[in-house]
């Protein structure tokens, strides 16, 4: 450790200096941009190149064991045979069969089971696994499946063609194009020859298949065919027999002639009916309103009436007329007007009398035409009657006739489908218009090895990326204040750098000189000062959210760097449970703070003072006895106080332990030591909350074990403080000059300790 010439007082006041320390600086966001990127790559690079050559490794493997591989191909189009399309409108052209059949009949199993024996793919290791080597992976994945898996499959037998099959349909390949009815075969295989051979091969069995398949249709279909025209032929002379039986019971005239004349008559006898209905309206209308009408001469005025009695109408008008303008003229008791109201008397008597006379003709003429209508209507009942039965006769008969004659066509249809069975049974199943066959490919398939090993390693690199991006973001962990910085009771002590192991001393006397490290402590112990006033605090504990956070080492190197500046230290450890620090000192105490504290001890027994100027108090042997000195660490803080001595706790984890939280409370500072990249925000968070008490107002935070060349990378604001240019002040010269300084210092640093 490094050492100021002139010990300061330690209670020098220091406000004047104005110091501000480092990590109080205006924060940023971390924002993501391509610098930010570039430098998580760099910081990520380790991870990046481990994934990468973990994914590579294996790909590389199986790569170095591909084989060339060749594929052969077939184009193709199906047509039915030209001569079962013929006919008169199109003489040019077959029609092709369905494309999507085609094709699976290609894939049909018995195909596949003939191109394997006749071109003996069971004989070849590369389409029959039991003919293979197991290789190293296969035998790790079956032992590996084996411990799962209870029944073990059986290896397949050397004969047996179903794997061989499987690899054939993984081989082959059959499809046809869009748009078109072309069908395309495929075959891959690590011999160009067979590659070649197979497509034409299956084109040759597909043929002899289909012309198999449709002659046993063929056959089927004809003795299906025969069967039902020999029953169509029993069900038409059934249906014709019946028409003409049915015609013959029924007398049904067929004859155009008498049909018409049996309408014509039936039409004559209704219009008869028709008008003797409106001969007989008009006669119960006129009986009708002579009988209702009071005055008979006033109601003839409204109907038809004979001329007889139309003229009597007229003459009483024309009397009654006279006497209106008689009356005019003379008196009523005139002989004149006497004498025409005894004719217009008399002439409505004979009004009267004809009226009568007429209503009677009516109502006789009323009956006569009721009892001719009776009669028509009977004569039209039986018309109709007759007509009906002709027409339901003729409806049935006319059904009977078209049943003859549907089961005729429909007996004239199977004869024709006979013929053209038999017409088809002479022609081919299909025909093949073959545009390319399969040739032998002169190069094999693939882009090499080195393209797909390339393609591999750019697919790894891009793995690891993303996983480097995965990590980044999952990771929690306190980096930089600028994380810390919205938590609040805090103030931001330094970044403490990581140490080598060659530079972490195993015990209390090994002295190496690290300058970014013992200007990391001493930046410390300044935010301490300002922190508490100017002055060094009397009582500091340096605890941490977990252990292995490196408090421990903060704690004695805080020791050293105040002893060595001629401040009294006492260093207590107070992990109770397990406290490592007298590993460092070696006291040989066989008592410490557990003893004292269980009143076992007292403390003079317990303090081991070493050469240094640092005494320290280990932490003893623990023990669930129960405290009977509740107040022995007060007590401690006191008696380092009137000697003028620091007291520096090396506590326990303050989530594992509440004497931790107890001992926050009695002291004067508290340190939390956070680890860089370790510690997650959420524990220091919860950790500044259980120390939380009206003294400890605020807790210094210091992020120990900074790598310094990661942290470089990131985007912090307190980033700046590993530069490159920071690091290079920091590397030794090589000037002799500076050596003879850093000797003499040594050499007057050890002086000063030994005193």
């Not at 299956?202 to 012309?211: F, H, M, P, T």
């Amino acid at each position: 450790m490094t050492i100021s010439t002139v010990p300061p007082d330690r209670n020098l006041p220091i406000s004047p200096m104005r110091y501000d320390p480092r990590a109080q600086v205006e924060t940023k966001a971390d924002n993501l941009d391509l610098a930010s990127a570039f430098r998580m790559l760099r910081r990520r690079m380790v991870t990046i190149i481990a994934i990468t050559l973990l994914l590579v490794a294996p790909a590389a493997i199986m790569i170095s064991g591909l084989k060339p591989t060749y594929q052969a191909s077939a184009r193709l189009i199906v047509h039915q045979p030209l001569a079962t399309s013929l006919g008169a409108e199109d003489t040019s052209r077959g029609n092709p069969l369905d494309v999507k059949s085609e094709t699976e009949r290609l894939l049909s199993r018995s195909i596949a089971e003939r191109v394997v024996r006749e071109m003996r793919l069971n004989m070849r290791d590369e389409f029959n696994p039991a003919l293979r080597k197991v290789s190293f992976f296969e035998s790790i994945r079956a032992n590996l499946r084996g411990l799962f898996d209870t029944e073990k499959p059986a290896s397949a037998a050397r004969d047996s063609i179903e794997a061989t099959i499987r690899e054939y349909y993984q081989a082959l390949g059959v499809w046809h194009e869009e748009r078109s009815e072309v069908i395309q075969i495929s075959f891959t295989a690590n011999d160009a020859e067979l590659a070649a051979a197979v497509p034409n091969r299956v084109v040759s069995i597909y043929l002899d298949e289909r012309k198999g398949s449709v002659g046993a249709r063929l056959d089927a279909a004809e003795t299906w065919i025969r069967q039902r025209i020999a029953e169509q032929k029993g069900r038409a002379v059934i249906a014709r027999d019946a028409a003409r039986n049915y015609q013959e019971s029924m007398d049904i005239v067929s004859k155009e002639d008498a049909q018409d004349e049996r309408i014509k008559t039936l039409l004559e006898l209704t219009g008869r009916e028709g008008k003797i209905e409106e001969s007989r309206l008009e006669v119960k209308a006129t009986i009708s309103a002579l009988e209702t009408a009071d005055n008979p001469s006033a109601a003839v005025q409204n109907i038809a009436v004979p001329d007889s009695i139309s003229t009597k109408q007229r003459d009483l008008r024309a009397q009654e007329e006279d006497l209106s303008r008689l009356l005019e003229l003379y008196d009523s008791n005139a002989e004149a007007v006497v004498d025409l109201r005894r004719k217009i008397e008399q002439s409505r008597i004979d009004l009267d009398l004809a009226t009568k006379q007429y209503l009677q003709s009516m109502r006789a003429k009323l009956a006569a035409l009721d009892h001719e209508a009776n009669a028509v209507q009977s004569i039209l009942a039986v018309a109709k009657e007759k007509r009906t039965r002709d027409a339901l006769a003729q409806t049935e008969l006319t059904r009977l006739q078209r049943i003859a004659e549907n089961e005729q066509a429909a007996l004239d249809k199977l004869e024709d489908q006979r013929r053209d069975l038999a017409a088809k049974a002479t022609l081919p199943g299909a025909e093949l218009e073959v545009f390319s066959p399969a040739s032998v490919p002169l190069v094999s398939q693939g882009r090499g090895r080195l393209f797909y090993l390339v393609g591999a390693l750019l697919a790894a690199i891009s793995a690891a990326v993303t996983a480097a991006f995965v990590l980044e973001m999952w990771d929690q962990s306190v980096r930089s204040f600028d994380q810390i910085a919205g938590m609040a009771r805090t103030i931001p002590a330094g970044l403490i750098p990581r140490l080598a192991r060659k530079e972490n001393p195993k015990t209390i006397f090994r002295l190496v000189q690290v300058p970014m490290f013992d200007e990391a402590i001493r930046t410390v112990i300044l935010t301490l000062k300002q922190s508490n006033g100017g002055k060094v605090p009397n009582s500091i504990v340096v605890t941490s959210a977990h252990s292995g956070e490196g408090k421990s080492l903060v704690a004695r190197s805080l020791a050293i760097e105040l002893a060595a500046a001629a401040i009294p230290v006492l260093l207590v450890d107070g992990d109770l449970r397990r406290g490592e620090l007298d590993s460092f000192f070696r006291s040989g105490l066989q008592q410490g703070l557990n003893e004292y504290l269980n009143g076992q001890a007292d403390i003079r027994d317990i303090v081991y003072h070493h050469p240094s100027g640092i005494d320290f108090i280990p932490s003893g042997k623990f023990s669930l006895q129960r405290r009977v000195r509740p107040n022995g660490l007060t007590d401690i803080i006191e008696v380092a106080g009137a000697a003028g001595r620091i007291v520096i706790f090396d506590s326990a984890p303050v989530l594992a332990s509440t004497d931790t939280v107890l001992l926050t409370a009695l002291a004067e500072k508290t340190l939390a030591v956070v680890r860089w990249g370790k510690t997650s925000r959420r524990a220091v968070e919860f950790s500044l909350q259980q120390m939380k008490s009206p003294r400890n107002s605020e807790i210094l935070v210091a992020i120990n074990n900074v790598s310094p060349d990661k942290h470089a990378l990131y985007n912090f604001s307190d980033s700046e403080l590993f530069s490159k240019s920071l690091m290079k002040y920091y590397q030794p010269h090589t000037d002799d000059t500076l050596k003879t300084i850093i000797n003499n210092i040594f050499s007057l640093k050890s002086k000063i300790i030994h005193k």
